[in-house]
């Protein structure tokens, strides 16, 4: 685990230059993997929050929160209790706090809070025997959902896109982000026609003011008013 944060350039991470420090980052995780009781677990806590991957003074998630929660995550399942507090506390204060200006998303322009969110989601069967800490995280999570586009159809009135959901979308018309290689397109109506049943993940979503191809292979859907 060690090795793994060194070999991360945390200082290629952008942020607000009054904000973010790289070393906090690097030697707050690197001091959050090793630490054993309370005492040690909120001294590397206090780094990542003092500029690591959040700044809890003003409220900001910083984009290294991105590439920090995986190791979070790791490290919640393998710890102590008061380091496994510590780390899922981390990971969701970046998802309620909010981002400064010109630095909302990450290379990929997926918002910073919707990328936290795909790590969570990825290890929600493990976090959900942690306990009630971990359940809250997963909840919070659930709000920024993601759909994985698989098919689309035209029914002669509008676009039904079928894929697989991580987190739980409202059943009331909202609007969307579509993602795709050719960049990102603001839906103003997507309405959930088949949720999921029983646990599978597969939607069916009915978007009115997009038209695409039959199949369009990379396409992803985002909530769109997350981290406003």
């Known amino acids: ?34 630490a054993r009781g309370r005492l040690e677990a909120a001294s590397a806590a206090s780094r990542l929050a003092g500029g690591g991957i959040i700044h809890d003074h003003s409220g900001t998630v910083l984009p290294s929160a991105v590439s920090a929660t995986p190791f979070l995550l790791q490290i919640a399942q393998t710890s102590d209790s008061a ?16 981002p400064s200006p010109g630095f909302f998303r990450t290379q990929d322009e997926v918002r910073l809070c919707c990328a936290i969110a795909d790590h969570v989601h990825v290890h929600r069967p493990a976090l959900g025997r942690l306990g009630h800490r971990s359940r809250a995280l997963i909840s919070t999570a659930q709000e920024h959902w993601r759909i994985d586009i698989q098919e689309t159809c035209d029914d002669g009135a509008d676009l039904l896109a079928f894929g697989t959901v991580a987190g739980t979308v409202a059943g009331t018309p909202q609007a969307a982000e579509l993602h795709t290689d050719s960049g990102i397109a603001l839906l103003s109506t997507m309405t959930v026609e088949y949720p999921p049943v029983g646990g599978h993940g597969q939607i069916c979503v009915r978007i009115t003011d997009l038209k695409l191809p039959e199949f369009h292979p990379k396409a992803t859907l985002y909530k769109a008013d997350c981290g406003e």
């Open 83 to 98: 380091v496994q507090e510590a780390a899922l506390e981390l990971i969701e204060d970046a998802l309620n706090f909010r």
């Open 1 to 34: 685990m060690v090795d793994a944060v060194e070999a991360v350039d945390w200082d290629s991470f952008p942020g607000p230059a009054d904000y973010y420090r790289p070393a906090a980052a690097r030697e707050g995780l690197r001091s959050i993997a090793r």
